[in-house]
Nanobody, 123 residues
Framework: QVQLVESGGGSVQAGGSLRLSCAASGFTFSNRCMGWFRQGPGKEREKVATIDSDGSTGYVDSAKGRFTISKDNAKNTLYLQIDSLKPEETAMYYC?????????????????WGQGTQVTVSS
């Protein structure tokens, strides 16, 4: 079955960095849209970054220049490097994948979700 298992979250001070990882299994990782969403306390879920099968990336405006999404097809692993973290970015971060092979990942619907990894940023 499909599994997305996130890791790498934690507690950091403002300005710090984290690298989130997502180990994927049960589907053809290389041809799917992959991405990261987050949901902070009392906030709506927000799409943060996506990556196409060809490596094209998309980011929410607030993340541009500080977040980097990448993937290793040989390891079936998705990453999110987060730099210069802000307290308002405290959230559960979720790894996601599309159910089918597709392109134009920023606008796609993501049917597979991981359990999330918590990121807490203190001021």
């Amino acid at each position: 079955q499909v599994q997305l298992v996130e890791s790498g979250g934690g507690s950091v001070q403002a300005g710090g960095s984290l690298r989130l990882s997502c180990a994927a299994s049960g589907f053809t990782f290389s041809n799917r849209c992959m991405g990261w969403f987050r949901q902070g306390p009392g906030k709506e879920r927000e799409k943060v970054a996506t990556i196409d099968s060809d490596g094209s990336t998309g980011y929410v405006d607030s993340a541009k220049g500080r977040f980097t999404i990448s993937k290793d097809n040989a390891k079936n692993t998705l990453y999110l490097q987060i730099d210069s973290l802000k307290p308002e970015e405290t959230a559960m971060y979720y790894c996601v994948a599309t159910i089918v092979s597709t392109r134009g990942c920023w606008t796609r619907t993501y049917g597979y979700w991981g359990q999330g990894t918590q990121v807490t940023v203190s001021s």
